[in-house]
């Protein structure tokens, strides 16, 4: 019999569900929150309360869109964590219903595992074992990927995430969140031409921190002489922290990669749309002999798909949770 499973992703402030069967994607459904672009940032409770009013309406636009009705579903998964508590809740209670409802199991879904799998969603894909980059707003990770279900994080930021990073910038450029595919798009009118620093940090470790804080002395200097100066050389700006972030990414890649001798090589989380990125990965691929693999711009941002692909393995597994679950703040891959 077809195993039908129906996920929903909510850990941040994108309300997703998505259709698996049979190896196959039939829908990923995805609501986003505009709402929180007027605060600077996502507001873990206004975050919460849109889940609410999205979750209903996304998860009949994927049955929907799947041809697919809620009497033949095998089970349904869920995000249990990492996340926003409020926000995940809303996820882990919904799944709760529906499976009591529907007299079905439940699977629970870390968050970062499902970003690396994310790439099974379609073909082509890495084979085992290969490297992840998995660079989110919350995080950013070097996963050393044994097996669907066998992964292990070797690097790890020590401080803010590589899409902090990029909109923690854009606060500071005045530009409104999510900032990352903003300085994205104007990065690609300007040149690399302000130089600023690398972090002297150790093994496969990453640190933004201090990126973000040479940018800020830096623009804090040059508005002192223009108060036009972020105006005036946007693009510039842009390109050379987008640079500077990119490389910082790159270096450790290369160093995973020369460290445990793997060339299968993949990048996942939302900051794996970025375009600088995607080229770099390209180009170090065929200068290194690696085998890189991007995933679709869907499946790189959060998505329900990617929590699918995971339920399934867990799924064959037999690995089901029960009703006595609930979400995780904090929840680390390969553990
Ligand atoms: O994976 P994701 O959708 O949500 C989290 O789990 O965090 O990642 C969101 C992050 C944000 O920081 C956003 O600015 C960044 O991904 N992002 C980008 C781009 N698209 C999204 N950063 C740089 N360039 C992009 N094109
Ligand atoms: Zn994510």
New binding site residues.
């Given amino acids: 019999m077809a195993v039908t499973i129906l996920a929903i992703e909510s850990?941040?402030d994108?309300t997703s569900a998505a259709i698996w069967q049979d190896g196959k994607i039939l829908s990923n459904c995805v609501a986003n929150q505009d709402i929180h672009q007027k605060y600077g940032g996502v507001v873990p409770e206004v975050a919460s309360r849109a889940h609410q009013e999205n979750i209903v309406p996304v998860v009949h636009q994927a049955l929907e869109e799947a041809g697919i009705d809620k009497s033949k579903l095998s089970a349904v998964a869920f995000t249990k964590g990492p996340?926003l508590i409020g926000s995940l809740l809303v996820g882990v209670s919904f799944a709760k219903g529906l499976a009591l409802s529907l007299g079905i199991p439940m699977l629970e879904v870390n968050?970062m595992r499902a970003?690396v799998l994310a790439h099974f969603a379609e073909a082509p894909h890495p084979s085992f074992p290969f490297l992840c980059l998995t660079?989110?707003?919350?995080?950013t990770q070097i996963v050393l990927v044994k097996d669907f279900l066998d992964m292990e994080v070797i690097g790890t930021t020590i401080d803010d995430?590589?899409?902090?990073a990029?909109?923690k910038t854009?606060k500071l450029l005045d530009l409104p969140y999510?900032?990352?595919?903003l300085?994205?798009h104007y990065a690609k009118e300007g040149k690399a031409i302000y130089p600023f620093p690398e972090p002297k940090i150790e093994g496969l470790d990453f640190s933004f921190s201090g990126l973000k804080t040479s940018i800020l002395y830096f623009l804090k200097k040059e508005l002192k002489n223009n108060p036009d100066f972020i105006k005036e050389n946007l693009a510039d700006i842009c390109r050379s922290v987008?640079d500077r972030i990119v490389s910082i990414l790159i270096k450790k890649l290369i160093r995973a990669s020369e460290q445990t001798g793997i060339q299968e090589i993949a990048i996942a989380?939302?900051?794996s749309?970025?375009?600088?990125?995607r080229q770099a990965i390209g180009e170090t691929g065929q200068e290194k002999g690696w085998n890189t693999y991007i995933p679709r711009f869907e499946y790189?941002?959060?998505n329900a798909a990617m929590i699918a692909v995971t339920a399934y393995y867990k799924y064959l597994k037999g690995e089901f949770t029960d009703q006595s679950v609930t979400a995780v703040a904090r929840w680390k891959v390969g553990i």
Avoid: M, R
Avoid at 161 to 164: F, P, T
Avoid at 273 to 277: D, H, I, K, P, Q
């Fill in positions: 850990s941040c994108d996340g968050h970003h660079v989110s707003g919350g995080h995430a590589a899409g902090e990029f909109d854009g999510p900032a990352g595919p300085i994205d987008q989380g939302g900051v749309a970025n375009s600088g990125l790189c941002t959060d």
